[in-house]
């Protein structure tokens, strides 16, 4: 059982654990010879987060503790700005980049809170895929079935891993397409995208102005509650505490299920079961707008014409330095003219408008956050086609709530042991405070 930022904080306010204790077992998981530690941190923080430790256990002695999380352990993906350092955003050639001159902001955010920083998180290169692989600093596995190496997730596969073998307390990631609720999924964690904009994307490399959004993997929906407002810098509005009995889930039925594994398939009806058991109403939804998302996004979307946008100039100097199949999706972004990205804003503008109305009765859309099992590493490395196809099955259901610019959150689903599978709860954009409420009421209830 990982432990949430509240029991954290209470064994540092009791004087169970403190702060340094705390980081030295985060680093301790870390550089475990048997774990994932050397695959999931590119960079690893050891002297400074234990002299932050140290810094915040003499503030709290003296009762001047920032926060009640002062000196717990976290850890950052590689694409935000770490001041004194380059941001390689998984890159081997953004890796000499110029020292940020200052924190990210929502990192930023998270130290003046007491917040420690372990270290820099693996990810897809420059957040372009879904699954986790990258060429350049190797690829952790997922916690599950350790021996067939089976992907983490992306593109934040060392944020969920750091969170799922206890690195860390809390992964920031980023979240375009899925990226912090399919490695959530696959390693067994609560994982949160936010309203996009929500929280500051300044001093992060950036995928898709349009669809990128700062979020978190961490143990439970209440965790992601509290990152989320401190990265944000504002709490979110009080919403009374939800019993899951009268609770209003909408199933779609349109592309959310298509070619769902049966383990998978079999897994999400048992839990609506008992969601249903305990009171929820479930209501089958055709929600046939889904299915407009892929000719929304035929020509690749927001993604590579917004993302060509920032490396054009890098590309031209050291593209044969890039990861082939994220250089490829980025250079996809030549196939759109000027009038189809125009067209792309307004035909997203009119899907949200269209969406929000056929979802508004509803406390949240649930669904399988991936409709399928992590696959091994090795398959997808060897075969490209593979790769292509799982990647694009990763991706598709949490790729429809961000082009409906929509929050959302992926609880575990499985039982431990099982293979690792996620349920996602997704709401409108700007009901971030209700969807948490709604996800710590179907959360209690499945853990019951």
């Not at 891993?161 to 999924?185: E, F, H, K, L, N």
């Not at 349009?210 to 509650?225: K, Y």
């Not at 406390?363 to 991936?370: F, I, K, N």
Request: hydrophobic share 45%; aromatic share 4%.
């Amino acid at each position: 059982m990982l432990e949430t930022l509240k029991a954290r904080a209470e064994a540092l306010e009791s004087g169970r654990e403190n702060a340094v204790q705390m980081v030295r077992r985060a680093l301790d998981r870390i550089r475990d010879p048997q774990g994932e530690g050397e695959r999931a941190f590119v960079t690893v923080h050891a002297e400074q987060a234990l002299a932050a430790a140290a810094a915040h256990d003499g503030l709290r002695a003296a009762g001047a503790a920032p926060s009640p999380y002062a000196g717990i352990p976290i850890s950052v993906k590689d694409l935000f700005d770490l001041k004194g350092e380059p941001t390689p955003a998984g890159s081997t050639a953004h890796a000499d980049s110029a020292p940020a001159k200052q924190d990210a902001p929502a990192i930023a955010r998270l130290k003046a809170a007491g917040f420690v920083v372990v270290g820099r998180t693996n990810m897809t290169e420059f957040a372009f895929s879904g699954l986790g692989l990258n060429p350049h600093y190797g690829t952790p596995s997922s916690p599950w079935d350790r021996a067939a190496r089976r992907i983490p997730g992306g593109s934040s596969p060392g944020a969920g891993v750091s969170v799922a073998d206890g690195m860390a307390a809390a992964g920031i990631g980023s979240d375009t397409g899925g990226s912090c609720r399919i490695p959530a999924a696959l390693c067994g964690t609560v994982g949160y995208k936010p309203t996009a904009g929500s929280v500051s994307r300044e001093g992060v490399v950036p995928l898709s102005m349009t669809l990128d959004s700062i979020g978190s993997m961490a143990p439970s929906v209440d965790c992601c509650r509290i990152v989320h407002e401190v990265m944000s810098g504002q709490a979110l509005p009080a919403t009374p505490a939800r019993d899951i009995a009268g609770l209003r889930l909408a199933v779609p039925q349109t592309v959310a299920f298509d070619d769902i594994e049966p383990y998978v398939a079999e897994l999400f009806e048992r839990r609506l079961k008992q969601l249903e058991a305990a009171g929820a109403r479930i209501t089958v939804l055709p929600l046939k707008e889904f299915a407009e998302v892929a000719s929304i996004n035929a020509k690749g979307g927001f993604a590579p014409p917004e993302a060509l946008a920032w490396h054009r100039k890098l590309i031209a100097e050291r593209g044969s330095e890039y990861d082939g199949r994220v250089l490829k999706r980025i250079m996809r972004g030549q196939e759109q003219s000027a009038a189809d990205y125009v067209e792309l804003i307004g035909r997203r503008a009119d899907f949200i408008r269209r969406i929000e109305a056929v979802i508004a009765p509803f406390d949240a859309v649930v669904m399988p956050t991936v409709p399928m099992i992590a696959p091994r590493i090795a398959d997808l490395e060897a075969d490209e086609d593979l790769f292509t196809r799982v990647n694009m099955t990763m991706l598709r259901n949490p790729t429809l709530i961000n082009v409906m610019d929509g929050c959302s959150i992926s609880l575990p689903m499985h039982v431990s042991g099982e293979a690792p599978a996620g349920l996602m709860l997704s709401a409108a954009g700007g009901h971030d405070a209700a969807l948490f409420a709604t996800a710590e009421a179907v959360e209690t209830a499945l853990a019951a």
